[in-house]
């Protein structure tokens, strides 16, 4: 019971204070908010461009072409050596019939070379579609389907895969060191606006030594004060975020530019991004609270 009056009268305080210091309060909300705000750019900028980064992986296929005059035994042979391997994820077969076909659809040119071909006289090669589990291991998974037996050439775009891994993960790298960059700065600010905050209320605090009050009891208040703040500073950012970034998904159709830079959809994504925020906003409140109360008081 008495830690539950303490904990009560710990948060009606800090309510108070939070008012009763509104234009240090405002500061520190404003800084919040601010900070917040540039937080969530990123979140979304770094979870979009990751979106886009596993599309194109999505899309990167090994094409494994087979001799031309495979036979049937053959080909299922093949494919149980292709599933054998380690880091395959889904095996598609196109026999040289469904390849010339699709050809002849996609051009009348090819249809007027390819009306009079016979199976016999069909000179393409069927093919295995070929997905990878892990894209970064490709160049040694083509490698391993060069060896099996009746496999005549694979192509995957080697050299610029291989680039684009590179490039999405240096992309990867630098949006997690953004985020992570601005919440270290987001707990520098709070802090020193909290630390003036404060300091400006030096005499009240003596005064409770005075009276008696533990350091604990000095300490809670602006532990939850900093935790209103917290939570103050982070309404405007999730309100932004929330309509902006559904204003956009809709304006643009979920896509922006061409089919391969699709947007992240908006729920269950917002979700997550209004409760990281919040949770930054709670974390560098109290921390930079009880930074500020540690470092500046001595308590």
């Known amino acids: ?78 494919l149980s050596e292709i599933n054998k391997l380690d880091n395959i994820e889904d095996v598609k077969f196109e026999s040289k019939t469904e390849i010339a076909n699709e050809m002849k659809d996609s051009s009348d040119f090819y249809a007027n070379i390819m009306n009079g071909w016979t199976d016999e006289e069909n000179p393409l090669q069927s093919t295995y579609l070929v997905k990878v589990k892990d894209i970064e291991k490709i160049g040694k998974t083509a490698d391993e389907l060069k060896k099996i037996e009746h496999i005549e050439t694979v192509k995957y775009g080697e050299g610029m895969v291989e680039q684009l891994v590179s490039v999405f993960k240096i992309v990867r790298n630098i949006s997690l060191g953004t985020v992570v960059a601005l919440i270290i ?48 500073g982070s309404l405007i950012p999730i309100i932004a975020t929330c309509y902006g970034y559904s204003i956009l998904y809709e304006k643009f159709n979920g896509k922006m530019f061409s089919e391969f830079i699709r947007l992240v ?7 997550s991004v209004s409760g990281v925020l919040i949770l930054i906003g709670m974390f560098v409140g109290m921390l930079g609270s009880l930074q500020a109360v540690r470092k500046y008081l001595k308590i």
């Open 1 to 78: 019971m008495k830690t539950l009056r303490i904990l009560s009268r710990s948060f009606r305080d800090a309510l108070k204070g939070v008012f009763r210091n509104f234009s240090l309060s405002l500061a520190s909300i404003s800084c919040i908010t601010i900070t917040l705000l540039v937080v969530s750019l990123s979140l979304i900028l770094s979870r979009n461009v990751n979106n886009i980064a596993s599309l194109i992986e999505e899309d990167v296929t090994i094409v494994a072409f087979l001799d031309v005059d495979i036979t049937e035994e053959n080909t299922n042979n093949v």
């Open 265 to 271: 959809e908006p729920m269950p994504f917002l979700y």
């Open 185 to 232: 700065v987001t707990i520098f600010l709070i802090t020193n606006t909290i630390k003036i905050t404060i300091y400006s209320r030096k005499r009240e605090i003596e005064i409770m030594r005075l009276v008696g009050a533990s350091n604990l009891n000095i300490k809670i208040p602006f532990l939850f004060e900093g935790l209103y703040l917290g939570v103050l």
